[in-house]
């Protein structure tokens, strides 16, 4: 995954943890429980909108997805719902440990079909057919997206590592870009976090269709790229 021999690389040093540290997973949400603090991102089409909310005295994310009504789709790879392949990423990594060791943002919990009437805040919701589904997660302050100005080695290889073992357990990130791997400059070593899931796919390596074999590849290759043309550039420039 990065440009030095895979097997050469040292296992991934945990990341400093969340200061919230663990949380149990939530599926019943109340909106009482729920105060609105702003709204960070909203896609064109409101796919998907992400809200600074504050849930029982915690400030957290709540990723708010449109509804489908049971998308569809022919390949027996792809999770075609937004919202389940958010969750089902972040439920995965949860469960794997990413969450603790801070490379992921920690997962609060869920809530299916917001009757939107009762948040007053998901009001640009209420005339879609469809009630939204939502994940809460942790909200990380001073994130800022990969770049020249916060680069180092040992981010880039502890990015690369932790790609490398979401490919190992059959997790496709699906948009390895630059603003999904978010760094918190901090001492004594940076925090570093993938972000945004609704790309992915979860499968079991080897019995899979050799296009998704293919989308790993090719991920692991445009990771690849980043890292080497980060090592190369002129910071004297």
Known sequence: MSSSDPSSVLPLTPSPKSPCGAADLQTQVQPSSVQFLGLLSQDSDRRASVYKVKKDDQVCLMKVFRGQDNPTTTDPDEEPCLFLREYKAYKLLKEKGFCDRGVVPD?????????????????????????????????????EPCQISNF???????????????HQMGLLHGDSMPRNMLVVKQEPRDR????????????????????????????EALMTEFVEFLATWDFSK
């Open 152 to 166: 180092s080695e040992d981010n880039l290889t502890r990015f690369a590592q932790a790609l490398s073992e979401f």
């Open 192 to 219: 570093i976090i993938w972000i945004d899931f609704d790309c992915s796919q979860i499968v079991q390596r080897g019995k899979c269709q050799e296009y998704t074999e293919a989308k790993f590849i090719q991920e």
């Open 107 to 143: 997962f609060y919990g869920i809530v299916r079909e917001i009757d939107v009437l009762l948040w007053p805040f998901l009001s640009p919701f209420v005339n879609d057919r469809f009630r939204p589904d939502a994940v809460f997660i942790e909200y990380i302050p001073n994130a």
